[in-house]
């Protein structure tokens, strides 16, 4: 069965530090997705990224950067020079062909002004 | 992306009562979802929710407690039955659009139950 691991519960950073969230995962499938959200306060859901298997390049958006190694099965997020509005729950996600997506159980992280 | 309306955002409830929950999309979409979000936790999906026919439930969730609806491309209800304290949760709707290769969720509905 698939999983999602994300081992840091919570993150506190002051403003303009540079914070990396871990994410975990497990399949045995060969074509997946994977996704990270953002909760923020509001308690909406706001898509961040998605990257298929396949598909192993790192991206960067402005102040947010994506590793994803197939070979430890991890997909990390970097955020650079952190900012208080990046203060939410970030979750990551697994996903096939069905858009049924399982999720991590989230890091908050706070950025202190 | 598709844009999600929800209904209602919040809700406080009486423990053995039943609220239905609405979820409407500005635009027809090939895939409905519904999410459930216990207090603190992560999210867990409760069941696709199929187009014109029953919804898809996963394990530990059963239709009984949590009847859907989706009488159309761009609409679809989730009810929780005769709910209990236990059920105080956020509940998301999510979809994916034509074309789309994102999940999009509502903004949720928070349910207390008293």
């Known amino acids: 069965a698939q999983k999602v691991t994300q081992a840091q519960t919570e993150i506190s950073v002051v403003e303009k530090e540079d914070v990396t969230l871990d994410c975990v995962y497990e399949?045995?499938?060969?074509?997946?997705?994977l996704f990270w959200y953002k909760q923020p306060p509001s308690g909406e859901l706001v898509f961040l990224i998605r990257?298929?298997?396949?598909?192993?390049q790192n991206e960067i958006s402005g102040r947010y950067s994506w590793n994803f190694q197939k070979s430890t099965s991890s997909f990390n997020f970097t955020i650079t020079a952190s900012q208080v509005v990046d203060s939410a729950v970030y979750f990551c996600?697994?996903?096939?062909?069905?858009?049924?997506?399982?999720f991590g159980s989230g890091t908050r992280l706070l950025v202190r002004p | 992306s598709a844009v999600i309306s929800q209904k209602p955002s919040r809700d406080i409830c009486q423990r053995g009562t039943s609220l239905t929950i609405q979820c409407q999309v500005d635009s027809q979409v090939t895939m409905m979802f519904w999410y459930r979000q216990q207090p603190g936790q992560s999210l867990t999906l409760i069941a696709t929710a199929n187009q014109g026919s029953e919804a898809t439930y996963e394990s530990g969730f059963v239709i009984d407690k949590f009847p859907i609806s989706r009488p159309n491309l761009t609409f679809s209800t989730l009810t929780v039955s005769n709910m209990s304290p236990e059920d105080s949760s956020i509940y998301l709707c999510?979809?994916?659009?034509?074309?789309?290769?994102?999940?999009?969720f509502g903004a949720g509905s928070r349910l207390t139950v008293l």
């Open positions: 996600a697994w996903g096939d062909s069905s858009y049924k997506l399982i």
């Open positions: 999510s979809v994916v659009g034509s074309g789309a290769n994102v999940l999009t």
């Open positions: 990257r298929n298997s396949f598909d192993e």
């Open positions: 399949t045995r499938d060969t074509t997946y997705y």
